[in-house]
């Protein structure tokens, strides 16, 4: 493409409801310098233009590291022996989110395997007591459950739901999730979208199997879905799992895929995922910020636990101390020009009601 035609390709597919396939994958298939720069150029304005220069910090609590699924590319999946698991108290989190609100920070993000044993009532109590007495927009992220749970939580005070979607390829979800329903993981989101929470997706680059057209199909599930948040992490091999010995995901796709989510959702909180701290033991993340995304989510898993919740090797900052964060970040975030945003940070959308349930 010349830089012009990628000019009016990129304003086609943030003008239009549906962005089309073709234009989608000539997009991601962009190497040259300068049509590359165009492309972060046009994201940066969008993120600019919709949700402005603060990078919000998001807190997580990675509660526990066990697991029902066996989903091919992760760390955590229930064939791993070699992980030790855990599940903190409840004591532990409510002690965990008390320095989140201590440093400051307004969001917390409660994470884990996707468990079999998750007692809802004991969830429930925990969302309840934060809400109640810490002033803390809370973020749950335990996968596939009942509506009921969900509604559970939701009327306890849970205001987001993280849930990706991985792929939004039927045929490369059956492939990477045996035992998992594509179907049921769409039912999920939209009932958490009906249910009102500030409802979250995204997907993994660089999944074995994952073409170029499946990348394009996932920036229409983002456009359709208008979700509120979307995650886009490369995929990093972990040991124990079936794979160990695939590349990693490439950093440069995981840039574009970035930059037209945040060019088809406009307002969606995007963060630059720990994943991209992480990749080929460089820390990423500034590209990622100025390629369209807007949040950053440092860990705050008690530092005994956190070397274990390993989706992925090599984590970023797994034994530094919580507390160091927010001045690493700040000169990070600083650097750019921009600056950390400490607010709740809730949905930017006009409404809150999300269309999955329109999704064909
Ligand atoms: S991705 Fe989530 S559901 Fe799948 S194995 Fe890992 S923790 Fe479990």
């Known amino acids: 493409m010349t830089g012009s035609h990628v000019q009016t390709v990129l304003e086609r597919i943030y003008a239009t409801e549906a962005p089309e396939l073709a234009d989608v994958e000539a997009v991601l298939r962009i190497t040259d310098g300068d049509e590359l720069g165009r492309l972060f150029d046009f994201a940066n304005e969008v993120r600019r233009w919709f949700v402005g220069d603060g990078v919000l910090l998001r807190r997580i609590v990675e509660f526990s590291n066990v697991c029902r699924n066996t989903c091919q590319y992760c760390g955590l999946n229930r064939g791993n022996d070699r992980l030790q698991r855990y599940r903190l108290t409840k004591e532990e989190i409510l002690a965990a989110v008390g320095n989140i609100r201590a440093a400051g920070i307004k969001t917390v993000v409660l994470q884990s395997g996707e468990e079999d044993d998750l007692d809802a009532d004991w969830l429930r109590e925990i969302v309840e007591e934060i809400k109640s007495s810490r002033d803390a927009a809370v973020t749950l992220c335990v996968g596939e459950r009942r509506r009921e749970e969900y509604r559970l939580w939701k009327e306890a005070g849970a205001d987001r739901y993280l849930l990706k979607i991985e792929t939004s390829d039927p045929g490369l979800y059956g492939q990477l999730h045996a035992g998992m329903s594509f179907e049921n993981r769409r039912r999920c989101l939209r009932d958490l979208a009906e249910l009102g929470y500030q409802t979250g997706s995204g997907d993994l680059v660089g ?72 990749l080929h033991g460089r820390d990423e993340r500034p590209k990622v910020l100025a390629a369209g995304a807007n949040v950053i989510m440092p860990n705050f898993t008690p530092a005994s636990y956190r070397r274990h919740y390993e989706i992925y090797p090599n984590k970023r900052c797994v034994n530094e101390d919580a507390r160091a964060c927010p001045a690493c970040l700040e000169q990070m975030v600083g650097a750019m020009g921009r600056w950390v945003d400490y607010a709740r940070g809730d949905s930017l959308k006009r409404s809150l009601k999300c269309e999955v349930g329109s999704l064909k």
């Open 207 to 278: 999944l074995k199997g994952q073409t170029l057209r499946h990348l394009a199909g996932d920036v229409q599930f983002f456009k359709q879905g208008n979700f509120d948040m979307i995650s886009i992490s490369p995929f990093i091999p972990h040991p124990q799992t079936p794979l160990a010995e695939e590349p990693a995901g490439d950093l440069l796709m995981t840039l574009k895929m970035t930059a037209l989510a945040r060019i088809v959702s406009r307002d969606a909180h995007i963060p630059a995922t720990t994943a991209l701290g992480s």
